[in-house]
């Protein structure tokens, strides 16, 4: 009836993930019962969870990845107290245990965390700077995001009932076949990441026909602001990367729940296979975090250096080589398994390539700050945190391109230290700063600079403690995944990293308390105008928050920077542009369609799990029910009348007006 | 910006001490950067090429952020605010240029690097190379040498100063052979046979492990060699006592097993090598079922030996 799933599946025997379990599962039902008793629920369905607006879902894409960086942040406690301890010891951790705590946080942090605060970001954003409306397919999105949650709640769902994968963020076989790995942990990993990786695939199609097809009128490519060009960029990947994916990890759910061989060591299967395949998908998944990332850097360091961003289109042109230089690196992974001395220096050199484009780009955020004047704000603090810091995060990276090189770096701390070196310095702090700097315009207050600036100063020097040493175990020899050891060189290194950690956790403190406060004194911190950084581009235009439908009037764009044009025409006539003649506006309705398909998606995933055969088909007779009535649904979209959007939009223009009169301009 | 600067000031010598700390203890032990063959040099040579190579613009670089971004600053009366500078060519083709030519000049390194120290590459050498072959199990290392006949579990005794010729495979997952202090290290597949390449210049013990992940008892798959003279050497090898290795004593570790303290084999069966590489026996067992599977693993603790 239940398939394998019985009382042996939750651990009674480890207390650590029991207490974490129960803590989460309390926290959940108590925020559960608040809502109810508070009567908000019809508020969160309505507006919520059925919303199909981009920037709600894109605040609950970044709400979901803030919390999973919690919770991969928590593992990365655990990996570093039990390495600091487990010399000549077992530590606190045995190795089955360990093995999930790493493998977790790796799954989580790239797919969990850091995914959906790009995806989050890319969908508060694009459509504002673009100057439309609302994504091409709205409700698609939300189905995008819900089946995000789904993933991310699997994992977390096996914290209690079974166990994770034990083989590492990507579950190399023959480890994870069958053979090796006989529990759930590989099947929880394979039906999590396969139901998000549809999501963000879904996120791929949605933007990349956003971005070609709808853009607002006069928007040409070369008008495009910068994020949305690497949000393209970003998508691109996505689209060509993620059906590698999928399809990798079907051929290993068919080693095993089907007995196929692809990658077994019986019957010529071939595990190298695998390597091959999915680092097809892995390499470009760094880029498709990463080049949101620099989109970021560049809206910010222009923002704040009072200048348009320099050499534009050599960025995007850089951006672009990126894109395609990424899908020939691949080997770089696994030089030493023995490829030969012209394919090793072929992957080699295609690799430091990669470098030519992401240098340019350092050259010319440089320049755009060369003439400036900078204004350290929180969002600049970050952008200046991960240029000094991605320099040398690319020098090791490249260093690891060179083959001999790795033939001694391979596999070790070295390299750990290396990947949270680019993406700890590149996507986080990208992240973050963007967070900061888009939060006025989702929120319509800003963040408190003082704890935002006590989080990075904490941050960056955690950084450096927690992760130089890695560099230093790794020379010294260290590889990486290791319960325990007991070379006492190490040891001490490990120690200072643990300190790093703890600085990092004051860090992630403040930015609590950064949220906390601002929230509390957000009258104080009110945008009034819409525009609190002076910035550049049309999201800038709207209010803060916006409106649904964004913008009352969709703007003609004439120019690159048409926003920052037009604000300084109005300083120097001192009047705003004629109001223009309002319209009805229809937009989408709201449409539970997503929240439903991720409801069975996560029956359909959990019954897989513990191949509970009768539930699975359950799952699949309403997913696809609800996909049929869906699209057979037969009702209009909701039309907003032109007095209310003219009578909102003219109190936008009132504030405007109101800085135009009195000359008070209150920029951060 | 007062905030900064007195951040700055503080952090600054941490760095340096951070810095000076680092320096002496890279020279420890069984630093890759203290290697004792010609691999091991060949491959240290390279990254420290590729490093010095890279500074070179990295640290320039640095220097000018810091630099602009420290001049620019809002509150700086003295320099020049140019909205419009927005693009000149000039720098445009000095920005393209500059990553490159590195790249250039780095991709003839890697080329040449990757070739002279391809690891299925021999040794130049008058000797003939002692051939020694490797099989990672669940968790341990066997260790074959035809030509002595005999067979360690995780312990590898080589001569000093004879070119090694390891050829490599695996009877389970994959695994990583790798001594840091004797260089490049090589994946360990089943089913594949990867080659290994190394010499021993300095008699020594070192650290010897499985530098992929394959498990439980992966941390324990240690096989610390110890590298002595030509004449001791052929001593211990005339001394090896133990059982005989075949297919019998296979069956044994096939099974897994963590933390497998060294012992030997006498007489070995001179096709099993070839016989698991072209998986003519069954692969390692692997567990009996974890969570959600049948309760319960069998893993031999500590143990393992016939
Ligand atoms: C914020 C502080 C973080 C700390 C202290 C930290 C620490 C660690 C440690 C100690 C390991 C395992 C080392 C070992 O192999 O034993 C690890 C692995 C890893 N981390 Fe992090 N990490 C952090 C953030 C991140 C972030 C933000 C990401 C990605 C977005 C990330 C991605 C990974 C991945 C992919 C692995 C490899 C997991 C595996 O071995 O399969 N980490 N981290
Ligand atoms: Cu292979
Ligand atoms: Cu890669």
């Not at chain 2, 810095?19 to 890759?32: E, V």
């Not at chain 2, 579990?153 to 080589?158: H, M």
């Amino acid at each position: 009836m239940l398939g394998k799933l019985s009382w042996s599946a939750i651990p009674f025997d480890q207390p650590i993930p029991l207490i974490a379990g129960a803590v989460v599962v309390l926290l959940m039902l108590g925020a559960l019962a608040l809502v109810l008793a508070k009567g908000w629920m019809p508020y969160l369905w309505k507006e919520w969870i059925t919303s199909v607006d981009h920037k709600r879902l894109g605040i609950m894409y970044v709400l979901l990845g803030l919390l999973m960086l919690l919770r991969g942040f928590i593992d990365a406690i655990m990996m570093r107290a039990q390495q600091a301890v487990a010399y000549h010891a077992q530590g606190y951790l045995p190795p089955e245990h360990y093995n999930q705590v790493f493998s977790a946080h790796g799954t989580i942090m790239v797919l969990f965390a850091a995914m959906p605060l790009v995806i989050g970001l890319m969908n508060f954003v694009v459509p504002l700077q673009l100057g439309v409306r609302d994504v091409a397919f709205p409700t698609l999105n939300s189905v995008s995001f819900w089946l995000t949650a789904t993933g991310a709640l699997l994992v977390n769902i096996s914290l209690v009932v079974g166990e994770f994968a034990r083989t590492g963020w990507l579950p190399y076989p023959p480890l994870s076949e069958l053979r090796y790995s006989p529990g759930v942990g590989v099947d929880y990993y394979l039906w999590a990441v396969q139901i998000s990786g549809i999501g963000t695939l879904l996120t791929g199609i949605n933007f990349v026909t956003t971005i070609l097809k709808i853009r607002a009128p006069g928007m040409t490519y070369m008008r495009m602001p910068m994020f949305s060009w690497t949000a393209l960029a970003s998508c691109l990947l996505i689209l060509a990367a993620f059906p590698v994916l999928t399809a990798t990890l079907a051929m290993l759910t068919l080693d095993r729940y089907l007995g196929f061989h692809f990658f077994t060591n019986e019957a010529g299967g071939n595990a190298m296979m695998f390597m091959n395949l999915i680092w097809a998908w892995g390499h470009p998944e760094v880029y498709i975090l990463v080049l949101p990332a620099f989109g970021i850097y560049s809206e910010v360091i222009s923002t704040f250096s009072g200048k348009p961003l320099f050499g534009y289109r050599s960025m995007v042109a850089a951006t672009l080589f990126i894109c395609v230089v990424s899908f020939m690196t691949w080997l770089h992974h696994f030089f030493t398994m023995g490829a030969g001395g012209d394919v090793n220096a072929a992957f080699g050199i295609s690799t430091s390539i990669i470098a030519v484009g992401t240098g340019v780009k350092i050259y010319n955020w440089l320049f755009t700050m060369y003439g400036g004047r900078i204004r350290f704000t929180t969002p600049m603090l970050w952008s200046m945190g991960f240029l000094t810091t991605f320099i040398t995060g690319g020098l090791t990276g490249v260093l690891l391109a060179v083959p001999p090189a790795d033939f001694i770096l391979h596999n070790s701390m070295f390299l750990v230290a290396h990947f949270h070196h680019v993406i700890v310095a590149g996507v986080v702090f990208a992240l973050l700063a963007g967070i900061e700097f888009w939060w006025p315009k989702a929120f319509g207050y800003r963040l408190h600079e003082g704890w935002g600036k006590a989080t990075f100063w904490f941050s960056i020097v955690g950084f450096y403690v927690t992760f130089m040493p890695m560099y230093v175990v790794g020379i010294l020899g260290m590889t990486r995944r290791l319960q325990h050891y007991d070379v006492a060189e190490w040891h001490w290194w490990l120690q200072i990293s643990s300190v790093g950690v703890l600085i990092l956790i004051v860090a992630a403190g403040c930015q609590v308390a950064q949220l906390l406060v601002s929230y509390i004194r957000r009258e104080e911190l009110k945008d009034i105008t819409g525009d609190p950084w002076n910035g550049r581009t049309l999201e800038w235009v709207t209010t803060s928050p916006p409106p649904v439908y964004n913008f009352a009037v969709l703007p003609q764009v004439i120019d690159t920077e048409y926003y920052w044009e037009l604000k300084q025409r109005a300083f120097e006539q001192a009047r705003l542009s004629e109001e223009p003649k309002y319209e009805a506006i229809e937009m989408p309705r709201n449409s539970p369609t997503g929240f439903v398909c991720a409801f069975f998606a996560t029956i359909i995933g959990f019954a897989l799990i513990w191949h509970i055969w009768w539930l699975m088909i359950v799952g699949l007779i309403g997913a696809y029910a609800t996909f049929v009535v869906f699209a057979w649904r037969d009702v209009p979209e909701y039309m907003i009348p032109a007095d209310e959007v003219a009578q909102q939009d003219r109190a936008r223009r009132a504030a405007r007006q109101h800085i135009l009169n009195t000359g008070e301009v209150a920029w951060q | 910006m007062i905030f900064i600067r007195r951040v700055g000031r503080r952090v600054l010598p941490c760095f340096c001490v951070l810095a000076a700390g680092l320096l002496p203890s890279l020279a420890q032990a069984d630093s890759i950067l203290e290697p004792v063959g010609p691999v091991g040099k060949g491959d240290a040579l390279i990254m420290m090429d590729a490093l010095v190579i890279m500074l070179a613009i990295v640290i320039p670089t640095m220097i000018a952020t810091l630099g602009f971004a420290w001049w620019y600053r809002a509150s700086n009366t003295r320099a020049v605010y140019r909205p419009d500078f927005t693009y000149s060519g000039k720098i445009e083709l000095v920005v393209w240029s500059i990553p490159t030519l590195t790249i250039f000049f780095l991709g003839g390194v890697i080329w040449i690097g990757s070739h002279t120290l391809d690891p299925f590459t021999p040794i130049p050498s008058a000797a003939k190379p002692l051939e020694i072959e490797a099989v990672s199990f669940d968790w341990k290392w066997l260790f074959i040498y035809p030509e002595q006949n005999v067979a360690t579990v995780n312990q590898l005794v080589v001569p000093v100063g004879r070119p090694l010729h390891f050829r490599i495979t695996s009877a389970s997952v994959f695994n990583v052979f790798f001594v840091p202090r004797l260089g490049s290290m090589i994946y360990a597949m089943n089913g594949m046979v990867s080659q290994l390449n190394l010499r021993a210049d300095k008699p020594g013990k070192y650290l010897g492990f499985s530098a992929h992940f394959s498990g439980d008892g992966f941390p324990d798959m240690r096989f610390d060699p110890v590298a002595v003279p030509a004449a001791q050497f052929a001593n211990w090898a005339n001394g090896v006592k133990g059982a005989q290795l075949d297919r019998n004593a296979l069956g044994q570790l096939l099974k897994q097993s963590r933390a497998v303290k060294p012992y030997a084999y006498r007489g070995v069966d001179p096709a099993l090598f070839d016989a698991i590489a072209a998986r003519r026996v069954a692969p390692g067992e692997g567990p009996e079922g974890g969570r959600g599977g049948a309760e319960g693993r069998n893993v031999m603790p500590h143990g393992g030996a016939p």
